[in-house]
């Protein structure tokens, strides 16, 4: 039997950065979908001089150790690890769904998934 790729003490503090991470994406992601009022929503309701001022986003800051996993995914990460590491965290598909969207393998995918998580466990240093 082949060792695994990760220590299981390594793999607790990952996912728990993984998850903290997803969340805050999560919620950004979702001030880019549709707005909540439309344009002509707007009109109605405050006439033309008001729907014309710009909404603004909410900003919220992010935790620490979201904006240390932000930045490892961005700069550490292949595109191909990105893209594995966001369907793990983001997609509740089984592993050969979430394998098919990415294009590889579901071997493939385990491997790639684990390589990521390894290189953002070294850059948190955890």
């Given at each position: 039997?082949?060792?695994?790729?990760?220590?299981?003490?390594v793999?607790?503090?990952i996912e728990?950065?993984?998850?903290?991470?997803?969340?805050?994406?999560?919620?950004?992601?979702?001030?880019?979908a549709?707005?909540?009022?439309?344009?002509?929503g707007?009109?109605?309701?405050?006439?033309?001089?008001?729907?014309?001022?710009?909404?603004?986003?909410?900003?919220?800051?992010?935790?620490d150790?979201?904006?240390?996993?932000?930045?490892?995914?961005?700069?550490?990460?292949?595109?191909?690890?990105?893209?594995v590491?966001?369907s793990e965290?983001f997609?509740?598909?089984?592993?050969e769904?979430?394998?098919?969207?990415?294009?590889?393998?579901?071997?493939?995918?385990?491997?790639?998934?684990a390589?990521?998580?390894?290189?953002?466990?070294?850059?948190l240093h955890?």
């Amino acid at each position: 039997m082949r060792p695994s790729l990760q220590p299981k003490e390594v793999v607790a503090p990952i996912e728990a950065a993984l998850n903290e991470w997803a969340v805050y994406a999560r919620d950004g992601i979702k001030h880019l979908a549709l707005p909540s009022r439309t344009l002509l929503g707007k009109l109605i309701d405050e006439g033309p001089s008001g729907a014309a001022q710009g909404g603004k986003l909410p900003v919220e800051a992010w935790s620490d150790v979201a904006e240390r996993v932000e930045q490892a995914v961005l700069h550490r990460l292949t595109k191909q690890e990105q893209a594995v590491i966001c369907s793990e965290v983001f997609f509740p598909w089984p592993r050969e769904v979430k394998a098919r969207r990415c294009g590889v393998s579901a071997t493939r995918w385990s491997h790639l998934l684990a390589s990521a998580k390894r290189s953002i466990a070294d850059y948190l240093h955890i």
